[in-house]
C-alpha cells in the first residue's frame, strides 16, 4: 500500500510541478527529480524501488511514442545523416573514449565493464530532451535535430551495453558482432513497427468506439517494445516506427478520434513523465544512500567522465558544423550558437538510470562483480550534471544568445498550409454539384463562410459559427461544409508527409479542421 501511495503521490506532485514550472519558467521533469530526491531526506519517507529491468519496458514505449508522434516519415528521411551522425556515431565514439577514461581511472575494472559504463552515459535521453528543450521556445530547426537525435540512440547505446555486460559478466571479450546485431535488430524491429501499424489501422476501422480506438494506441507501444525484445531486436526502434506509421496511416474522416486521441496522450504523457522522474529521484537517493560515504571518494573519477561526456558531445557538434559548411549542408548546427544550445541539450535520463542499476552484481562464477559501485555512482553522476544543471540555465542560456523563437517561421507556415487547405476545399466545392443554379446570395454566404475557415484554421477567430444558421441555410452550410472540410483535411495530411512541412504545424492546423468538423451544424 505504501508504494501505491507513493506512486499516486508523486503523479499528484507532477500536476504541481507543471504549475510551479509554469510560474517560474523551468521544466516540471526536472523539478520533479527535485523534489523526489528532496523527499527521501524527510525521516520514515517510504522508499521506492523498481527492478531494473522493468524501468524501460515501463516508462519508454509510452513517452517515445508521444514524441514520435509530433514527427514524420519525410522528416527522417531527409535528417538520415543527423541521425547516422548523432544517433549512432556519436554515440560509438562517446562509449569509447568514456570507456577508456573508465578503465584508467578505475582499477580492476576490465574492458567489458569500461564499455558498458560508455554506453551507460552515451545516450541523450528523448524524454529528457523533448520535456526540457521544447518548452523553452527554441527553434524548430535544433528541435526537430534533437528529436531526431533521440528517438534512435538508446538503440545502438542498449545493445551496446547488453553485449558488454554480458562479455564483463563471464569474464570474457565483447564481442566483434555488434554492427551485424544492430543493423539485424534494426531491420527486424522496423518490420515489427511497420505491422504494428497496420494493425492499429485495421484494429480502428473495426471499432467504433472513440474512447477505446484511442486506447489501442496506448497498448501497441508496449505490445511491440515486448515482442521486439523477445526477438532480440530494437524495442526503441519498433516503438518509433509504430508511431510513424499510425500517424502516416491517418485518413481525413477520423476528426473525432484525432481530438481525442490527442486528449489523451496529453494527460497520459505528462503524468508519465512526472512519474518517471519522479521515480529516478527516489531511485538515486537510494544508490547514494546504499554507497555511503564511499560516494565521496569517487568524485574524482565522476568528475572526469562527466567532463569528458560534455567535452565530446561539444567537440561532436562543432565537427558537424565544420562539415556541414564544407558541404554547404543546412541543417543544424550551422554556426557556433547552435554548437553550445545543441551541446547543452545532451540530457541523460531514463536510459541511463536503468542501465547502470541493471548492471550485474555477481560474476558467472557467483564472485563479487568489484566495479559495480563505481559504475553505479559515476552513471548517476552524469546523469545529474548532464540534466539538472542545463534544464535549470536552459532558459536563460537561450535567453542570453537570443535564440528564442518568435514563432513567426511557424505562423507563415501555417499560413501557407491554411491557403493550401483553402485552395482545396475550393477546387472540391468547384467540382461537386452543391453549388451549381445557386441564387448571388447564397454563393456570397458559402465565400463568407470559406474566409472564416481559413481565419479559424490561422487562430484569428474561434472555431465554430458566430450566429446560428437560418432554417434555410442550414442544409447548404451542412454540405458545403461537409465537402470543404474533407478536403482541407486531406490536404494537410497529404503536406503533412511532405519533406517541407513541419509536422507539429500540419497538426495544429489539421486540428483547427478536425474542430471546426465537430461544431459543424447538424
Not at 573508465?102 to 530532451?129: E, K, Q, R, Y
Not at 493550401?420 to 456570397?444: H, Y
Request: proline share 6%; glycine share 8%; net charge neutral.
Amino acid at each position: 500500500m505504501d508504494q501505491l501511495a507513493l506512486i499516486v503521490g508523486l503523479l499528484f506532485s507532477t500536476v504541481l510541478a507543471v504549475g510551479l514550472g509554469e510560474r517560474l519558467r523551468l521544466p516540471y521533469p526536472v523539478l520533479m527529480l527535485l523534489l523526489a530526491v528532496a523527499l527521501t531526506f524527510i525521516p520514515g519517507f517510504p522508499q521506492a524501488h523498481i527492478e531494473p529491468e522493468l524501468i524501460l519496458p515501463l516508462f519508454l514505449p509510452p513517452l517515445l511514442f508521444a514524441t514520435a508522434q509530433r514527427s514524420s516519415w519525410a522528416v527522417f528521411r531527409i535528417r538520415w545523416r543527423t541521425i547516422v551522425m548523432f544517433a549512432v556515431a556519436l554515440v560509438v565514439v562517446t562509449v569509447a573514449l568514456v570507456a577508456g577514461a573508465a578503465w584508467l581511472l578505475i582499477p580492476g575494472i576490465g574492458i567489458p565493464a569500461a564499455i558498458a559504463l560508455g554506453a551507460m552515459v552515451a545516450p541523450p535521453d528523448p524524454v529528457a530532451v523533448e520535456s526540457v528543450a521544447g518548452r523553452v521556445h527554441m527553434p524548430r530547426r535544433l528541435l526537430t535535430t534533437l528529436q531526431s537525435e533521440g528517438l534512435f540512440n538508446d538503440a545502438a547505446a542498449i545493445v551496446i551495453f547488453q553485449a558488454a555486460a554480458a562479455a564483463a559478466v563471464t569474464e570474457t571479450e565483447v564481442g566483434s558482432g555488434l554492427l551485424l546485431q544492430f543493423l539485424v535488430g534494426a531491420v527486424i524491429a522496423a518490420a515489427l513497427g511497420y505491422g504494428m501499424g497496420w494493425l492499429t489501422g485495421m484494429v480502428t476501422h473495426f471499432v467504433h468506439s472513440l474512447v477505446a480506438r484511442s486506447a489501442i494506441t496506448l497498448v501497441m507501444p508496449f505490445a511491440v517494445y515486448i515482442l521486439a525484445e523477445q526477438l532480440h531486436a530494437s524495442g526503441v526502434v519498433a516503438v518509433v516506427v509504430t508511431a510513424l506509421e499510425i500517424k502516416r496511416r491517418a485518413r481525413p474522416q477520423d476528426a473525432g478520434e484525432r481530438i481525442t486521441r490527442t486528449a489523451f496522450w496529453d494527460v497520459v504523457e505528462m503524468l508519465a513523465t512526472g512519474l518517471a522522474f519522479g521515480l529516478m529521484g527516489l531511485e538515486m537517493r537510494e544508490v547514494i544512500q546504499e554507497e555511503g560515504t564511499a560516494v565521496f571518494g569517487m568524485a574524482g573519477m565522476a568528475a572526469a567522465v562527466c567532463a569528458i561526456v560534455v567535452a565530446v558531445r561539444f567537440g561532436w557538434m562543432a565537427l558537424a558544423m565544420w562539415i556541414g559548411r564544407r558541404r554547404e549542408g543546412v541543417l543544424p548546427p550551422t554556426s557556433w550558437k547552435d554548437v553550445l544550445i545543441l551541446s547543452w541539450c545532451g540530457m541523460r535520463g531514463l536510459a541511463t538510470l536503468a542501465l547502470a542499476l541493471s548492471m550485474p552484481a555477481t560474476l558467472a562464477d557467483g564472485a563479487e562483480f568489484a566495479p559495480r559501485q563505481e559504475i553505479t555512482v559515476i552513471a548517476c553522476a552524469v546523469l545529474l550534471v548532464t540534466l539538472v544543471l542545463p534544464g535549470l540555465t536552459l532558459p536563460w542560456l537561450m535567453k542570453v544568445l537570443g535564440a528564442q523563437a518568435t514563432g513567426a517561421e511557424e505562423r507563415e507556415a501555417a499560413v501557407v498550409l491554411a491557403g493550401r487547405a483553402q485552395e482545396a476545399a475550393v477546387a472540391a466545392l468547384q467540382d461537386s454539384d452543391v453549388l451549381q443554379d445557386l441564387p448571388e446570395d447564397k454563393v456570397e454566404l458559402v465565400k463568407a463562410r470559406m474566409k472564416r475557415l481559413r481565419a479559424e484554421l490561422l487562430g484569428a477567430v474561434p472555431a465554430g459559427p458566430r450566429r446560428k444558421p437560418r432554417d434555410e441555410e442550414r442544409e447548404l452550410l451542412a454540405a458545403v461544409q461537409t465537402i470543404a472540410l474533407a478536403a482541407a483535411r486531406q490536404e494537410v495530411l497529404a503536406a503533412r508527409n511532405e519533406p517541407d512541412t513541419d509536422p507539429e504545424v500540419a497538426d495544429r492546423v489539421l486540428r483547427q479542421l478536425d474542430l471546426r468538423t465537430l461544431v459543424m451544424p447538424d
